[in-house]
């Protein structure tokens, strides 16, 4: 019988291919290009890139199985104690062409922590998604939820909502007043099972959202990639690229994690934009369009009707 572990890692290996060929059909040029790389430490992963395509300027979903010695800094900046460890997980990051195609992210992993005899000690899942779009389009942030509160609300009509706000409180730049990354979407992490069903749940609840990753991105790019755009909707989708550069060097957990246990770096940091711009105090006309996407990241709002 497979063991637990072995289930996710295929599940995860099974979303990784299909997400990928979901893009490509998307973007209709480019093609994921594939590396597989393996971890001094133990373990390894499968870094997957697409690039210079017809809507997608860069993007990545990586998949790795990695595994170690708790460390020092593990126990220190982590929290992490024990004798070992074993994580599984994907990521993705698509940083679309058109500015009016939203930037995208999505993490679902699972960790297992073991003690001297091999015994696990601790074990959780994490994961979600979120949508940074350069300009506010309210029925792509209502579509963008609505998909993942369906896929929730078998597991509870208490998951979206709690888990709609962490995803608000955790994408955000504190040292920029509190604001956030984008317009949210669902965040979690250290789901603990009490028992085997309970594990058994935490997974099915991880591939239900795992599967609804296209369903909830696809029809946004479908809708916005031919619309036309200039200069000036370049300038500030590179402003915000900064702010999500900022975000994912300075307060990321998941960027932290992969650097502090030696993680490949080229997959880590797959994330950033192929470029962004800083200029100094940028503040948008208001009632411009650029003000109300800023707006939108200033002051977290309910997307799904009847919560």
């Not at 208490?158 to 409180?169: A, F, M, T």
């Not at 984008?182 to 795992?210: C, K, S, W």
């Amino acid at each position: 019988m497979m063991e637990f572990k072995e289930k996710w890692t295929t599940f995860i290996h099974g979303l990784q291919e299909g997400i990928c060929q979901g893009l490509e059909e998307m973007d209709g040029k480019a093609a994921f290009i594939s590396d597989e790389w393996k971890r001094a430490g133990g373990g390894g992963g499968l870094t997957r890139v697409i690039a210079d395509g017809a809507v997608f300027e860069k993007g990545g979903v990586n998949t790795s199985v990695v595994w170690g010695d708790v460390t020092d800094p593990m126990r220190s900046q982590l929290k992490i104690d024990g004798s070992t460890w074993f994580a599984c997980g994907l990521s993705l990051v698509i940083h679309p062409l058109n500015p009016y195609v939203p930037t995208t992210h999505a993490n679902w992993r699972y960790f297992e922590v073991y003690d001297s005899a091999g015994a696990v000690i601790d074990r959780w899942f994490g994961g979600g998604s979120d949508l940074t779009p350069y300009y506010l389009f309210e029925e792509d942030a209502r579509h963008f939820h609505q998909v993942f509160k369906d896929a929730m609300d078998p597991f509870g009509a208490d998951k979206y909502p709690r888990y709609k706000k962490w995803c608000d409180e955790y994408f955000v730049n504190a040292h920029r007043g509190n604001e956030m990354r984008g317009i949210g979407g669902v965040f979690y992490d250290h789901l603990r099972p009490a028992t085997e069903e309970d594990a058994e749940q935490l997974m099915d609840f991880q591939v239900a959202n795992g599967n609804a990753f296209l369903s909830a991105y696809g029809p946004i790019v479908i809708r916005r990639k031919e619309l036309p755009y200039g200069e000036s909707e370049k300038e500030w989708q590179e402003i915000r690229r900064g702010r999500y550069v900022e975000f994912n060097l300075i307060h990321d957990r998941g960027t932290l994690f992969g650097l502090k246990t030696q993680g490949r770096t080229e997959s880590i940091l797959m994330s950033l934009p192929p470029r962004a711009r800083w200029g100094y105090n940028y503040q948008p006309q208001p009632g411009s369009a650029e003000a109300e996407l800023l707006d939108a990241c200033l002051h977290p709002r309910e997307w799904v009707s009847g919560e």
